[in-house]
């Protein structure tokens, strides 16, 4: 059975985007290779590392696990939205910058994508909810502990001493 | 910006915690990676891999992939021409006396056998890598599967399965090291503890697969490669030498490169060596982005070693000497020779006393994947055999865990200590300084040993806490040879320019080494701009692993700092008409200290590059030098971890308690980097001793294949670390640094064993851990008696 | 890992998707939240020629509560995010919360639907076990009709349900809480978002004396389906719940569960943990109907 392609009109990073794509074409595939949003890193393409982490309406989601036709009609937000024009980082990006939270840093763009939607909707967690909403992003570098210190950081909340 | 609040560590920047250069860049998502690199003509490679451990190629036919719409090429062995012949050893093995090595290298596709699971046999060039993986299925292959050689132990037996031909048995390599007379160690000793250790590492898994792209640019004849890579000059040298070509033809750019651990040095990879193959026969551009599905077969692994070990004590605790014999899981072939076992061999030693030591590994070729280092590369295997032999001696000796090591350890005074076995580096193990007792003391007091033992952990018992704690040493040799070099070279903006061949995979290089050119020149860091992966910048070196970088390159930037401070001194003195230590360099200029006259650094650099005049005999036009560091031998550094531990008497998950780290890595050019690194060490640590298992089936099937199934650990999984060091400086370098990237991985699976015995009361039942992985289910096994 | 071409179809109503269901038949598959459809075509596990996309139609049942029964309905566009965070359904029945929390993480809970997860089948999976204690029914749909089908009905096994090839999962319908009643979730997984190596749902009601009038022991991880321990429900209904009888309950749970083992979790010990979770889980429930815990 032919394929064929199917029209995609999104909007990414606040710009609309329209292309003609394979339907089996993945978002992750789309963002770097179609629109050259390279800043969103593939890790694993089954879903579980959360490099490719990016936000669809808002919420963060595997742009592995999406059909790049899927995100027809809605608002796509990668990691190059974050920082402003004139390059000032988000203050989480900062806050990576300064508590060292990054090392190879191919983690670090859907790692960004995932925590800054959380500190959106919970904007003082502890350190349990900070590690609990970090889970689903894969490191292999820091180790964690530099990660939730900047993102407690930014949300102005102490490191806890020990597990509950 | 935080730039502004830029601080240094007293005057220099040597010890300062810099945040990182390069972060910016990571960051925003601006950082170049392999994958992301484009050209008009790119083409995409895919591999076809061996679905048998063991099998005759019968027949295969591609004619229905080159048939495919949008496919560009399919090639087979029989299309490689020359190229198909074994790759050559990367690292020959060490010189051990009476060696028995068995050279074996894969070849770029397998031709009439295959040897694991994943090895490749066919690669298609298409026009996306969608179609090249659809014209994999059109490849019809003919199988003969042959008896697997997969189990360790059931292939090192001599009627096992045989992995290549010409060989007895499966024997990749035998080597026999030994020191002092064990034999009359034992016979005088008061206490023998005799037991056998099964110890798997698992996978590195960076989180960027491994990458490379190549574009062949037939106007000039010359190529340039894109490599994810932890050695991109060893991998420029390794390609001319395969293909045929000149160095000076080949580029190779190790751009941001997504984590390494030891798996990204040159390895004569199959696709490492095909994707600029084809991109020269099809004079174009082709890349390859290992899928994180062929990352579980087609990178090397650790794997795992078999252990019959025994350590021989006096009255006192005293270790008289110990005996291991050991076998290795080499997998397929040995292009890596002997590092992983030299290294599990020269670990035995710890920090330890040992006056009598005998060893003999035998490497084992098996059906599996080949086996090559990951991050401690060995060391994990040795140091959890002599602590766990420590901790059952301690134990059936009625001593003090703590206690036995602490009378075991080298003292300050010993140093340098010559071990008289040869380590990987090919030189004699030495150890050139350390302070073991008092790192060992303030492991156990930060972890407060004292206290849970006597009195935290009997009253949780009494409540029915199943609650452990474990503390144990390591030692650690890095900064090997052979050499690295660094360019340094003021720029006529001012801004400083430093290459290394060196290659970085997120280890604050940019950084780092800033630092180290800065206190020199008087400058920023954020001045300096750092190369440490583009051949045509600096075609010198070896790479990144082996915990070297700072040490090695790290000496190496120092010295061409140095070198150029002291031509812009040379140079201000004469504008200034005054000696060289008259001037001083500050804020990016050189100013006389006397009539505080200031030249900008940048203009320094113009007027030593003049247009009229001549450069004088003997002098180099430029701010600018190249230097070389290269150690005569490793230098070591040391650590101790401790741990409390919880496990649910039902369930058997843990919960982490506390963890205390104390290190010494020498002289630390960067304390916040530092700490990353140790982080990131014990995180992986972690995961080997309780989540990560490589679980191959009989027929060398993987059943651990997908990031799902081979369990890295979460933030959920790792605890909050409380970091501790001391500093004793390296005598075998200038700065007094020592390696410290290997180091949070290397003995966290001894402290894991010995923590959960202890939290579990195992030896009260008669039962010690001696294996790792571990896991909720097997130690239920152990706890419920089920060896 | 690229999936395989597809033709992709993107209805506007049901009808329209049911229509094309009929027509493609097993070579067509419902696209809903895909995560874990889409690894599985990454993996070239699962190449369907035609893949229906439920996010586009327009007319799927709503999330709300069946006025006639008391039923919770939760239509095939219900995100594991709307279980977690949809005060409504927390209040209406607080297992779902509580077992939805363990679904992988939140980027997958963001997308992932109820429907396609039960339709997946993966007796390892959380929701199954919890639609079989919540005594949950299916409403399938086709353009012949609809009918609907009991939770226990529904598994058959690994990835098979009693879906019809020319049928979709359109609706969930679970059953109002009666009085004196009360739920758990708890599961052991190697890492928190992993599948459970065993898992158990629990819903006791009791009758106004205190003994158990009604009890339902759902597992997880527990064999090729989700199991129902109703042995292990049947030591309970009509005893007072005390240790002896929940420990009784729990033996006869890890034995009547037919784990299949795996590379994390031997079968032995998995049967241990159903047991140390049911003795946990039970009273949890029984504290929880006396309103002594949330």
């Given amino acids: 059975m032919s394929a064929g392609t199917v029209k995609v009109v999104t909007r990414v990073n606040g710009i609309e985007y329209e292309r003609e794509v394979e339907p089996r074409l993945l978002l992750s595939d789309f963002l770097r290779g179609h629109l050259d949003l390279t800043g969103t890193r593939v890790g694993c393409e089954h879903g579980v590392c959360g490099a490719c982490t990016v936000q669809v309406d808002g919420l963060p989601v595997r742009s592995c696990l999406m059909f790049a036709v899927q995100v027809n009609a809605r608002d796509v937000s990668t990691v190059e939205s974050l920082a402003a024009p004139d390059g000032t980082l988000h203050p989480l990006q900062q806050a990576f910058r300064d508590r060292h939270a990054l090392q190879c840093g191919y983690c670090t763009a859907g790692i960004l994508m995932t925590m800054s939607a959380f500190l959106a909707d919970n904007p003082t967690p502890d350190e349990a909810a900070v590690r609990e909403a970090l889970s689903g992003n894969l490191c292999r570098c820091t180790g964690y502990q530099h990660i939730v210190d900047a993102v407690l950081d930014v949300a102005g909340s102490p490191q806890r001493e020990r597990p509950e | ?787 | ?294």
């Fill in chain 2, 1 to 787: 910006m935080s730039d502004e609040t830029l601080s240094r560590s007293g005057d220099s920047w040597l010890g300062a915690s810099v945040t990182r250069n390069e972060d910016p860049q990571l960051l925003t998502g601006r950082a170049l990676f392999v994958g992301d690199i484009k050209a008009a003509d790119m083409r995409h490679a895919a591999f076809l891999r061996s679905p048998h451990a063991h099998a005759l190629i019968e027949r295969i036919d591609t004619s229905r992939a080159t048939a495919r719409p949008g496919v560009v090429a399919v090639y087979t062995a029989e299309d490689l021409g020359d190229l198909m012949r074994p790759m050559p050893m990367v690292v020959p093995p060490a010189p051990v006396e009476g060696l028995v090595f068995n050279q074996r290298t894969h070849t770029p596709l397998a031709g009439e056998k295959v040897r694991y699971v994943g090895e490749p046999v066919a690669m298609v060039v298409a026009e996306s890598r969608y179609i090249a993986e659809d014209a994999l299925a059109d490849i019809e292959v003919e199988w003969a599967p042959l008896p697997v050689a997969g189990d360790l132990e059931f292939s090192a037996a001599p009627d096992a399965p045989q992995v290549h031909d010409g060989l007895a048995g499966n024997v990749a390599a035998i080597a026999r090291q030994s020191k002092g007379d064990y034999a009359a160690a034992r016979a005088s000793a008061h206490t023998v503890v005799r037991r056998r250790f099964l110890y798997e590492h698992g996978m590195a898994q960076p989180m960027e697969t491994r990458a490379i792209a190549a574009r062949f640019d037939r106007r000039t004849d010359q190529m340039t490669v894109w490599a994810s890579t932890q050695a991109p000059t060893s991998l420029r040298g390794g390609l001319a030498a395969v293909l045929g070509m000149g160095e000076s033809d080949l580029r190779v750019i190790a751009p941001f490169v997504g984590g390494g651990f030891g798996v990204k040095v040159l390895m004569y990879y199959p696709e490492e060596v095909l994707i600029p193959w084809a991109a020269r026969r099809l004079a174009g551009a082709v890349k390859w982005i290992e899928d994180r599905g062929e990352h579980f077969l087609a990178t090397t692994q650790e794997r795992g070693q078999i252990h019959d070990a025994e350590i021989a004590l006096d009255a006192d605790g005293r270790i008289l000497g110990v005996k291991d014999d050991f076998l290795h899981d080499n997998g397929a072939y040995n292009p890596y020779g002997l590092t992983v076992p030299i290294n599990s061999q020269c670990s035995l030693f710890g920090p330890y006393d040992v006056p009598a030591f005998d060893s003999t590994f035998t490497a084992v070729y098996t059906n599996m994947p080949i086996a090559s280092p990951f991050r401690g590369a060995g060391r994990q295997h040795g140091v959890f055999v002599i602590e766990r032999l420590i901790d059952i001696a301690a134990r059936e000796t009625g001593i003090d865990r703590v206690e036995m090591r602490r009378r075991n350890l080298l003292q300050p005074g010993d140093f340098p200590v010559n071990h008289k076995v040869i380590f990987q580096d090919f030189t004699e193990l030495t150890y050139d300084s350390g302070d073991y007792p008092a790192v060992l003391a303030r492991a156990a007091e930060k972890i407060g040993y004292r206290r849970f033992i006597e009195d935290e952990q009997p009253a949780l018992r009494a409540a029915g806490r199943c609650v452990g704690i474990g503390i144990v040493n390591y030692v650690e040799g890095t900064g090997i040879g052979p050499y690295e070099g660094a360019r340094v070279q003021v720029l006529a903006n001012g801004r400083v320019s430093l290459a290394t061949g060196a290659g970085t995979q997120g280890q604050g290089h940019f950084t780092s080494f800033a630092q180290l050119v800065a206190d020199q020149l008087g400058i920023s860091p954020r001045e300096v701009d750092v190369t440490t992966g583009d051949t045509d910048r600096f075609q010198w070196g070896a790479g990144t692993f082996a915990s070297r970088g700072a040490v090695v390159a790290g000496n190496a930037v120092h010295a061409a700092a140095v070198a150029v401070r002291g031509k812009a001194l040379a140079l201000a003195a004469a504008e200034f008409d005054c000696e060289p230590a008259d001037v001083l360099l500050e804020d990016g200029v050189a100013r006389h200290r006397g009539s505080n006259r200031l030249i900008p650094l940048g203009e320094l650099a113009q007027r030593a590059n003049p247009m009229r005049g001549a450069v004088r005999p003997g002098a180099e036009p430029g701010l600018e030098s190249t230097q070389y560091f290269g150690p005569e031998m490793g230098t070591t550094a040391s650590g101790a971890h401790a741990m409390i531990v919880e496990v649910d008497p039902e369930t058997l998950m843990i919960t982490i308690r506390d963890y205390v780290v104390v290190h010494d890595c020498g002289t630390a050019i960067n304390p916040l980097i530092v700490a990353g690194q140790i982080h990131g060490g014990v995180a992986q640590g972690i995961g080997n001793a309780f989540f990560e298992k490589i679980v191959f089936d009989s027929h060398g099937q993987l059943l651990s294949g997908s990031l799902a199934d081979y369990l890295l650990p979460t933030s959920l999984d790792i605890p909050r670390m409380t970091l501790d060091h001391t500093v004793t400086p390296s005598t075998l370098n200038e700065l007094g640094i020592k390696g410290v990237g290997e180091a949070g991985a290397i003995p966290v699976a001894p402290l894991f064993a010995q923590a959960l015995e202890d939290a579990l009361q195992l030896p009260a039942r008669g039962v010690d851990i001696l294996e790792i992985p571990l896991s909720p289910n097997r130690l239920w096994e152990l706890a419920t008696g089920q060896a």
């Fill in chain 3, 1 to 294: 890992m690229k999936p395989a071409s597809f033709r992709y179809v993107a209805p506007p109503t049901l009808e329209d998707a049911l229509i094309a269901k009929a027509e493609y038949g097993d070579d067509a598959m419902f696209l809903a939240g895909g995560q874990s459809l889409v690894p599985a075509m990454n993996f070239r596990l699962s190449e369907p020629a035609v893949l229906i996309d439920i996010n586009t139609i327009t007319d799927l049942p709503p999330i709300h509560t069946d006025a006639t029964t008391g039923e919770l309905r939760l239509g095939a566009r219900t995100r594991h995010r709307d279980l977690q965070y949809m005060p409504d359904i927390g209040a209406a029945c607080p297992l779902l919360r509580e077992a939805i929390v363990h679904v992988a993480h939140p980027q997958i809970r963001n997308r992932g639907t109820l429907c396609g997860n039960l339709s997946h089948a993966d007796p390892a999976s959380e929701m199954p076990a919890v639609m079989l204690a919540l005594d949950a029914r299916m409403r399938l749909a086709s353009i012949s009709g609809e009918r609907w089908v009991a939770a226990r009905d529904f598994f058959e096994g690994i990835y098979t349900t009693a879906c019809r090839e020319d049928e979709m999962l359109v609706e969930v319908a679970i059953p109002a809480a009666a009085p004196r009643s009360a739920t758990c979730f708890l599961e052991v997984a190697r890492r928190p978002g992993d599948f459970a190596m065993m898992g158990v749902a629990v819903a006791i009601t009791l009758d106004t004396a205190g003994r158990c009038e009604d009890a339902r022991l759902a597992y997880c991880g527990a064999g090729d389906t989700p199991v129902l321990a109703t042995g292990a429900a049947d030591i309970l209904t009509g005893s007072v719940l005390t240790e002896d009888a929940i420990a009784a309950a729990a033996a006869q749970a890890s034995r009547e569960i037919a784990p299949l083992g795996s590379i994390h979790a031997g079968a032995d010990y998995q049967r241990h943990l159903a047991g140390v979770l049911t003795r946990r889980a039970v009273p949890i429930a029984f504290r929880r109907v006396a309103g002594e815990i949330e």
